[in-house]
């Protein structure tokens, strides 16, 4: 089987079509079960109570937000290297999930801080840099939606993207290396991570459900890119046909 | 060629001086808004001074950054640049070393003034000048791969900003970092250390990204 066949977007697109229920019903199954243990059968926390369970659905978030990144850094670098359409379009089709993880991450860390440590924001390194993840990623996606010619916009995010790559460590470190040097504010948030497995199952079950969730979604967002950047080619037109009635 | 392109862009900024004094200006008038907004005691205001003359600073950058290219852009020096034998790495470069020349040293030698301001004592000033010294290069060559990037397209300036102001945050870190070690008696050459090796790393690897982003932009 030749596996290049489907890094054209033509091929590609009815296999898309075809992986996104194998991704999307395990996705929506695992969150069910996931919740469930969350809610049902872990444990309550003796230092936080029931506020931790946010837990679950703030660590996924956060994991997924960062991995994205790169991840998207990743295909965004092959499309560029390459000439590869498909990878370039899936690092677009990934910005917007990565972006969504990343504020999701930080909207339920500010949920969770509240009843914790009693405020909605510290100028922690964790959160800090999360933040500026946010950014690079506002970055990325409002650098590809200036540009209107698609494969200009491509190769502008995939230099922006290697960039901010290179630079995500340099500024997590400058984060910790300024936040220890500001002491005061710094708050730990657990002594040592002992975990209960229920705990500990629930969160790698939602975390597999948001692995799969992004699969899903990217793929499906792909889709959509393809069809808009190929409107004018033959096969989508071919296909449409048959719709020409409604216009 | 590199000293070619350095004193041409030097001199088409002599021809249009306003434009450079306008950026230092603006360095001047945003440092004196703090102390406006917050109000005069000066045990606060020597606390804030750091990050604000460096922000301040970041700012000023971001202002002088669309003119890197823009000009060369739009009358197709730029592309003739793109086509000569030399290396382009060696054309940013020079590039971006005449935009340092041009807005950042007046900025960093006017820094120390500012701070007087702000009841910095002597040493600190001297940290300060040092650390600009050493940080506004890079924000020079960070900034011009957003310059690259946003070549030529809509709402620019703004855009430039999102770009590059969170790559930006290592250099106010550690450059404000080392001007509020000396305020409260720690020994500022870790950050200046720190901040010489990110002016090495982007050195090496900002005129890269640029050049491909000029690339990538005039296709």
């Known amino acids: ?229 190929e409107q004018r080619s033959n096969w989508i037109n071919q296909g449409s046909s048959s719709l020409e009635y409604k216009l | 060629m590199f000293r070619w392109i350095v004193a041409r862009d030097l001199m088409l900024a002599w021809r249009r001086r306003a434009d450079v004094l306008s950026t230092l200006f603006f360095f001047v008038i945003v440092v004196s808004l703090f102390p406006l907004g917050i109000g005069p005691e000066t045990e606060l205001l020597r606390s804030i001074a750091p990050g604000t003359v460096w922000v301040a600073a970041l700012l000023a950058s971001m202002l002088s950054l669309n003119r890197v290219f823009s000009n060369d852009y739009h009358d197709g020096t730029l592309e003739q640049l793109l086509l000569t034998p030399q290396p382009l790495y060696l054309v940013v470069v020079g590039k971006v070393l005449a935009q340092w020349l041009v807005s950042e040293v007046p900025l960093v030698l006017i820094a120390p003034l500012v701070g007087v301001q702000f009841g910095l004592s002597p040493d600190t000033l001297l940290v300060l000048f040092v650390s600009l010294l050493i940080g506004t290069p890079i924000l020079s060559l960070i900034g011009s791969i957003g310059a690259a990037l946003t070549l030529g397209l809509r709402g620019g300036g703004v855009l430039v900003a999102l770009l590059v102001l969170p790559l930006y945050i290592p250099v106010l870190i550690f450059g404000a970092g080392a001007v509020d070690a000396t305020i409260v008696g720690i020994d500022p050459m870790a950050n200046i250390y720190l901040l010489t090796a990110l002016l090495v790393l982007s050195l090496v690897f900002a005129p890269w990204a640029t050049a491909a982003a000029l690339r990538i932009s005039l296709e």
């Not at chain 1, 946010?54 to 990743?74: C, K, Q, S, T």
Request: net charge positive; glycine share 6%; aromatic share 16%.
């Open chain 1, 1 to 229: 089987m030749n596996w290049y066949k489907y890094a054209s977007p033509t091929a590609f697109y009815p296999l898309a079509g075809k992986l996104i229920p194998w991704f999307a019903i395990p996705a929506a199954l695992l969150f069910v079960a996931g919740l469930y243990i969350g809610f049902f059968i872990a444990p309550t926390d003796f230092q936080q109570g029931e506020a931790y369970r946010i837990m679950f659905i703030h660590v996924p978030a956060a994991w997924m937000g960062m991995f994205l990144y790169v991840l998207m850094a990743f295909y965004a670098g092959i499309g560029w290297a390459f000439n590869a359409r498909l990878a370039s379009m899936m690092a677009s089709s990934i910005s917007i999930t990565g972006a969504l993880f990343t504020f999701l991450s930080l909207a339920t860390g500010s949920l969770w801080g509240k009843p914790t440590w009693g405020t909605w924001w510290v100028w922690d390194a964790r959160l800090t840099s999360t933040l500026i993840l946010l950014f690079l990623y506002v970055g990325f996606i409002s650098l590809q939606a200036a540009i209107d010619e698609p494969r200009r916009a491509d190769r502008a995010g995939a230099v922006l993207a290697i960039v901010g790559v290179i630079n995500v460590p340099i500024i997590y470190f400058s984060v910790q290396w300024w936040n220890t040097l500001h002491q005061g504010a710094t708050i730990r948030i657990l002594g040592k991570p002992t975990i209960a497995p229920t705990m500990l199952a629930a969160m790698l079950t939602l975390l597999a459900a948001c692995w799969l969730y992004s699969i899903a979604i990217s793929l499906a967002r792909v889709r959509c890119i393809i069809m808009e950047r």
